[in-house]
């Protein structure tokens, strides 16, 4: 199996830019479809973004699109998070997931998880 672990978090001001990476062990993040998610105190874990085994696919909801960039490079087994004109809504602890199958949006559908790295952004 493979084992996710994240860094880059940070405390940043509203407008600023913070990079995440997912660092994967274990097995090559290429057999994989991976996915960034994000938890706020007291709210449920929501889909960020996800990019595809290849790279060539990606998807991210609304509240994020235009803003964030999910990117993958393969031969260094880690996947990457561009967050621009961050808000405080973003402030989170983000984690990038695994999915052995196709690119995914929901939370059921990825096997392996990281523990997270926390973001924060202050107004």
């Known amino acids: 199996q493979v084992q996710l672990v994240e860094s880059g978090g940070g405390l940043v001001q509203a407008g600023g830019s913070l990079r995440l990476s997912c660092a994967a062990s274990?097995?090559?993040?290429?057999?994989?479809?991976v996915g960034w998610f994000r938890q706020a105190p007291g709210k449920e874990r929501e889909f960020v973004a996800a990019i595809s085994r290849s790279g060539g696919s990606t998807t991210y909801p609304d509240s994020v699109k235009g803003r964030f960039t999910i990117s993958r490079v393969n031969a260094k087994n880690t996947v990457y998070l561009q967050m621009n004109s961050l808000k405080p809504e973003d402030t989170a602890v983000y984690y990038c997931?695994?999915?052995?199958?196709?690119?995914?949006?929901?939370?059921?559908?990825?096997?392996?998880w990281g523990q997270g790295t926390q973001v924060t952004v202050s107004s």
């Open positions: 997931a695994a999915a052995r199958g196709l690119i995914a949006t929901q939370r059921y559908e990825y096997d392996y």
């Open positions: 274990g097995r090559p993040v290429g057999s994989y479809a």
